[in-house]
């Protein structure tokens, strides 16, 4: 069986378009968050991709920062009552939340293929209590 050589693409655009990091054909998420298995254009295991809470904290920074801004605003130039906020920047800053988190979540797999990112390997560089105490006195 021969090995196709992928070019290296941008992880940008795969990872915004959520598409797979190696071709950039096939689909990456099934759903709307969930990870597909591997890729059904060229085979790719997604086994490697575990971007954990990452486009969770990155959304929610982003998003938070320039809708505080924006609320802010809002509120200094309108001064609107309070119910305005709960009727429009709530739902406002929750769309913004939900329409970023795929692309993120995308990205971040593409980057994590890029630099082919795996779970850490612990090992052990010694045993632990054994040896000398303090001031090199020997412990019993």
Not at 62 to 85: C, K, Q, R, Y
Request: charged residues 15%; hydrophobic residues 40%; positive net charge.
């Amino acid at each position: 069986m021969t090995d196709v050589a992928f070019p290296r693409l941008s992880t940008l655009s795969t990872g915004l378009r959520c598409r797979c990091p190696r071709c950039g054909e096939g689909p990456l998420l099934t759903g709307y968050l969930t990870i597909r298995e591997s890729c059904p254009a060229c085979g790719l295991d997604y086994s490697f991709a575990d971007p954990a809470d990452g486009p969770a904290f990155f959304v929610m920074s982003l998003v938070g920062v320039i809708g505080m801004v924006a609320l802010m605003a809002f509120d200094f130039m309108a001064h609107p009552p309070i119910w305005v906020h709960l009727v429009v920047t709530l739902p406002l800053l929750t769309l913004m939340c939900l329409a970023t988190l795929r692309p993120f979540k995308g990205w971040m797999v593409s980057e994590q293929y890029v630099h082919k990112a795996a779970p850490p390997v612990w090992e052990s560089i010694g045993k632990h209590g054994t040896g000398t105490g303090p001031r090199g006195r020997r412990e019993t």
